[in-house]
């Protein structure tokens, strides 16, 4: 079992995870932490995974980001025919990952058969992947395919790795270990067996009725505690006469409020009851707040450090590029109209 020194030390100005951290990572099961027992994951409840995803971002960046974005895309293991999971998890090191986005076409070819095409961004731990996941158009003879209030159709696939095609165009200042690359896909044939919709769950368990935005949401806010964390671990060592207590106490105080969400929702589900649009508008807001306030808090100690927190090979600029390249995703991004630039 590595420690988190040892983590750190492997990755650390790395720009890929090694093989001794992924062969730990497999040995561990830690990208299983979201896949039923019943197809050999660790069937971690939410409040659970998230303390999980906490320590791996607060070990290291690209470490928690990887394993945050492909345990996620391992959680589709509750969206595919029970059949088909069991036969892809199995295998000890199976690995989903790939694109929210919606960056190719998938034509019919019959009932059972798609023809997928396209190109996706931002594939976290593209060299790592068994399979890569894609949401693509659903088209007939080169058409869209509308559903019955006219929106296209848009299915997610999975496809083996030896039929995608990695581009290693990460150019990110942070994050570099994380292995997140874009992916092309060519004139690949995929079984409708391989296909999946997000809110389609082939397993009965409380974690399936979570709502996405949700799931996404919380697992992304322990990543920006976690790298808040090792943030402040750093910057002491570098000025231990500035008192980081009350950001150090902060960081406590919202981890535990993440959580305590996280059991309610659980909660309220085990009820069976939903979680409103209100309360999930809520959960949200609240994330794109603590983003604002750790971000502003970050980048005012990193000006009060000096020039040897600007050292290109330091552990706390690696952290600083880190937690800035993470908060550049979407999920949190204010909208601009709600910017105040004034000063």
């Not at 395919?145 to 990695?166: L, V």
């Not at 604002?292 to 690696?318: F, K, P």
């Amino acid at each position: 079992m590595l420690s988190t020194k040892e983590i750190r030390q492997e990755l650390h100005g790395d720009s890929g995870i090694s093989d001794e951290v992924i062969q730990y990572i497999h040995e561990e099961g830690l990208l299983k932490i979201w896949v039923p027992k019943k197809y050999g994951g660790l069937g971690y409840r939410f409040e659970e995974g998230l303390k999980a995803l906490f320590g791996w971002a607060e070990t290291d960046g690209s470490f928690g980001w990887m394993l945050t974005l492909c345990a996620g895309a391992n959680y589709f293991s509750r969206n595919i025919k029970p059949e088909v999971a069991q036969l892809l998890f199995t295998h000890s090191e199976t690995c989903f990952g790939g694109s929210g986005m919606i960056g190719g076409t998938a034509e019919k070819q019959d009932d059972s058969t798609y023809l997928i095409n396209g190109s996706w961004n931002f594939a976290t731990g593209a060299p790592h992947l068994t399979h890569f996941t894609l949401n693509a158009k659903i088209t007939e003879n080169g058409k869209p395919i509308m559903d019955k209030d006219g929106n296209e159709i848009i299915h997610s696939f999975i496809i083996p790795k030896e039929r995608a095609q990695i581009i290693p165009n990460w150019k990110s200042m942070g994050m570099k270990a994380s292995g997140t690359y874009s992916f092309t896909v060519e004139n690949v044939l995929v079984s409708e067996e391989y296909s999946f919709v997000y809110d389609t769950f082939f397993t009965k368990d409380i974690l399936d009725t979570i709502p996405f935005r949700v799931f996404a949401d919380l697992t992304l806010l322990v990543n920006y505690l976690g790298m808040a964390s090792h943030f402040i671990e750093e910057a002491e060592l570098i000025r231990p006469e500035i008192h980081f207590k009350s950001f150090t106490e902060s960081v406590e105080k919202h981890l535990e409020k993440v959580l305590n969400i996280a059991r309610e929702v659980e909660n309220i589900l085990g009820d069976h009851k939903e979680i409103s649009g209100d309360q999930q508008h809520e959960i949200h807001q609240y994330g794109v707040e603590l983003v604002q306030r750790l971000s502003h808090q970050i980048l005012t100690i990193y000006t009060q450090l000096g020039i040897r927190a600007t050292d290109t090979n330091s552990a706390v600029y690696q952290v600083f590029c880190d937690y800035f390249t993470a908060a550049m995703h979407s999920n949190f991004r204010p909208f601009a109209d709600d910017l105040d630039f004034s000063f």
